[in-house]
């Protein structure tokens, strides 16, 4: 089953922050975050390892709650070249298969 | 960085023919590949896990059959998609996992749009 993500989609303006969640069902040992433009493949954004860590790309920062099995993906000031789909991603145990999140489509405008 | 090139980037065929998909590791030495395929506007799903040498593991619900998967080399899994039919037409993309981008770092190839008529 994949992770569950909200919003499924978003519209802001240049400079607006946008927030996208991503929860799980089953037990999050790592989180990965991708954004998607359309027609391509998807990107490879951070990676979270830890419980409560907190990693920053840029304006672009994540955290993970273990407990909870959620992380949450910030995007501040966002830039035109912010828009896409954003997938969250969910390690197997065994650390090798990924399944990805049902995805969020970020449009941001003018 | 890591890089995995996949060909080709688009295909069409006729309904009944058989496609292959290659996706190369140029880099690095992959000994396990992924294989996704996304219908428009839907996530990424994970078909398979391609193991140099040995045999695919399939997803439940992907026939193995149909989607044949080989990876003769640490550096090369090739998708065919036998007896293709409209319903198969997606996006199809590999990834790898290599060291280079960092701890459990995926690279994903550039995708392949099939189109079956």
């Known amino acids: 089953q994949q992770p569950v993500q909200s919003p499924q989609a978003v519209i802001l303006r240049e400079g607006e922050d946008a927030v996208i969640n991503c929860s799980s069902s089953?037990?999050?040992?790592?989180v990965h975050w991708y954004r998607q433009k359309h027609g391509e493949a998807p990107v490879f954004l951070m990676i979270?390892?830890?419980?409560?860590e907190q990693k920053g790309h840029e304006k672009i920062s994540a955290s993970f709650n273990e407990k909870k099995q959620q992380s949450s993906l910030y995007l501040t000031a966002s830039q035109l070249s912010y828009s896409g789909t954003y997938f969250c991603?969910?390690?197997?145990?065994?650390?090798?298969?990924?399944?990805f999140g049902s995805g969020t489509q970020l449009t941001v405008l003018p | 960085g890591a890089v995995v090139s996949q060909h080709p980037s688009r295909v069409i065929c006729k309904s009944g023919t058989s496609v292959k998909i290659e996706c190369r590791s140029l880099?690095?030495?992959?000994?396990?590949m992924f294989w996704y395929r996304q219908f428009p506007k839907q996530s990424l799903m994970l078909m398979a896990t391609?193991?140099?040498?040995?045999?695919?593991?399939?997803e439940q619900g992907v026939e193995k059959d149909k989607f044949l998967i080989n990876h003769a080399s640490l550096t090369l899994s090739t998708l065919t998609v036998t007896s293709a039919h409209p319903e198969d037409s997606s996006f199809y993309i590999c990834?790898?996992?290599?060291?280079?981008?960092?701890?459990?770092?995926?690279?994903f190839g550039s995708g392949t749009r099939l189109t079956v008529v």
């Open positions: 990834s790898a996992r290599a060291k280079k981008t960092g701890p459990y770092g995926y690279t």
């Open positions: 089953k037990a999050l040992y790592s």
């Open positions: 979270l390892l830890k419980g409560g």
């Open positions: 991603g969910r390690l197997s145990r065994s650390a090798r298969q990924l399944t």
């Open positions: 880099d690095f030495q992959a000994t396990t």
């Open positions: 391609s193991n140099e040498g040995s045999k695919a593991t399939y």
